[in-house]
């Protein structure tokens, strides 16, 4: 099973920027689907983006499509999210994710999740 651990969350006002990162030990990262999920306070852990194998396919969720790009450098076997104009609405727990089909919004299509990093956005 594959480690995951995210890093790179912290406090920003409103139209900032943050990167997240997602290291991934092993040495088989290239073969995984990967994707990002947040959790606001209350909510339930939705969907943010996610990244074919070779990096040549994305996709967003409508929420952060434009504002949001998921990238991946398989040699570093490490995965990134550069988050842009940082909304309020966008404070929550930022997990990465393993999975095997790609395009799924779907929790229950990911195997292995990180610990999650803290993101603020005040306003």
């Known amino acids: 099973q594959v480690q995951l651990v995210e890093s790179g969350g912290g406090f920003?006002?409103?139209?900032?920027?943050?990167?997240?990162s997602c290291a991934a030990s092993?040495?088989?990262?290239s073969r995984f689907i990967m994707a990002w999920f947040r959790q606001a306070p209350g909510k339930d852990r939705e969907f943010v983006a996610t990244i074919g194998r070779s990096?040549?396919?994305t996709y967003y969720?409508?929420?952060v499509k434009g504002r949001f790009t998921i990238s991946r450098d398989n040699a570093k076997s490490t995965m990134y999210l550069q988050m842009n104009n940082l909304k309020p609405e966008d404070t929550a727990v930022y997990y990465c994710a393993v999975?095997?089909?790609?395009?799924?919004?779907?929790?229950?299509?990911?195997?292995?999740?990180?610990?999650g990093t803290q993101v603020t956005v005040s306003s």
């Open 99 to 115: 999975g095997s089909t790609y395009g799924s919004q779907s929790m229950a299509q990911y195997d292995s999740w990180g610990q």
């Open 26 to 29: 092993g040495r088989t990262f």
């Open 61 to 63: 969720a409508d929420s």
């Open 12 to 20: 920003v006002q409103a139209g900032g920027s943050l990167r997240l």
């Open 55 to 57: 990096g040549g396919t």
